[in-house]
C-alpha cells in the first residue's frame, strides 16, 4: 500500500503561489497612468475655476456696484476703491459702497431711497477721511427699501474710509450714514452688529454636466486603458 507522505505546514496548494503572485503584482505602467490622472485632475480644477471666474466677472463687468438701482444688494468680490467689483455688504444704504465724493454724488443721482436718505449732505464739500481709531457710533442701515437706524452703536474700526461733508458721515464701505446721536426710525426688530459686517451670499457655482462626464472618461482612459 502506498504510504502518505506527510505534508509540509509551509507546502502550498498547486497554483495558489501563482494566484498570490498576481495579486500582489502592481502592473508597471500603473504609475505613469496614476500621473497622467493627477495632471487631468489639475487641469479639469483649472478649468472650472475660470469658467467660474469668468461667468461671474461677465455679470458685474457691466455695471458698478455704486451705482446699482434702489432694492437690488449685488454680490461682488472686491474691496478696493475705484474697482468695478466689490463686495456687497447686508443692509447696505449703497450697495457696493461709495470710495470718493464723484461716486457719492453718481449713486446718489441714481438711487432715490439713498438720494432721500441724504437730502441734507453737501454733496459739494464731501471729502475723504479715515477713521483715525476704534470708536463707537450709530449706523443706518438698509432692509426692504427702508432706512432705519440702529439703537446701538456699532464699532468703527481704525483705518476704515469714511466720507464727510464736515456735518455728516457716510461710511464707504457700504454707503450707511454714521452719526454719534440715535437716528428714527428704528425697526422693532434689527440686525445684530454681526449681520451688517455678513456680505451678501455668492450666487451659487453651475457646473457643466457634459464637463464632468469628459473628466471621467479621462481619468478612466488614463487608469484602466479603456
Known amino acids: 500500500m502506498a504510504r502518505l507522505l506527510p505534508m509540509s505546514a509551509t507546502m502550498m496548494l498547486p497554483g495558489s503561489r501563482r494566484r498570490s503572485t498576481r495579486a500582489r503584482k502592481i502592473p508597471s505602467e500603473f504609475p505613469a497612468r496614476a500621473a497622467i490622472a ?9 478649468v472650472a475655476l475660470v469658467v467660474s471666474v469668468a461667468g461671474a466677472g461677465g455679470s ?18 472686491l474691496k478696493e476703491p475705484g474697482s468695478t467689483s466689490r463686495a ?3 443692509h447696505s444704504v449703497i450697495p457696493g459702497g461709495v470710495f470718493t465724493p464723484e461716486e457719492l454724488q453718481s449713486a446718489l443721482a441714481q438711487d432715490a431711497v439713498a438720494a432721500a436718505h441724504y437730502r441734507n449732505l453737501n454733496t459739494s464739500a464731501v471729502r475723504t477721511e479715515t477713521v483715525k481709531q476704534d470708536r463707537l457710533a450709530y ?11 440702529t439703537r446701538n452703536k456699532v464699532r468703527l474700526k481704525q483705518g476704515e474710509t469714511i466720507l464727510t461733508d464736515g456735518a455728516s458721515e457716510v461710511r464707504a464701505r457700504c454707503g450707511n450714514c454714521i452719526s454719534e446721536t440715535p437716528g428714527f426710525p428704528v425697526a422693532e426688530v434689527e440686525p445684530e452688529a454681526a449681520e451688517l459686517d455678513r456680505l451678501v451670499d455668492a450666487p451659487p457655482v453651475q457646473y457643466d454636466p457634459s464637463l464632468s462626464a469628459a473628466i471621467r472618461d ?9
Not at 458685474?60 to 468680490?77: F, I, K, M, W, Y
Open 38 to 46: 493627477v495632471l487631468i485632475l489639475a487641469a479639469a480644477s483649472l
Open 60 to 77: 458685474d463687468a457691466r455695471r458698478s456696484p455704486a451705482l446699482v438701482g434702489s432694492g437690488s444688494l449685488e454680490q461682488a468680490s
Open 88 to 90: 456687497v455688504f447686508k
Open 139 to 149: 449706523v443706518s442701515y438698509r432692509k426692504d427699501d427702508q432706512i432705519y437706524w
Open 218 to 226: 479621462a481619468l478612466e482612459s488614463a487608469l484602466f486603458g479603456w
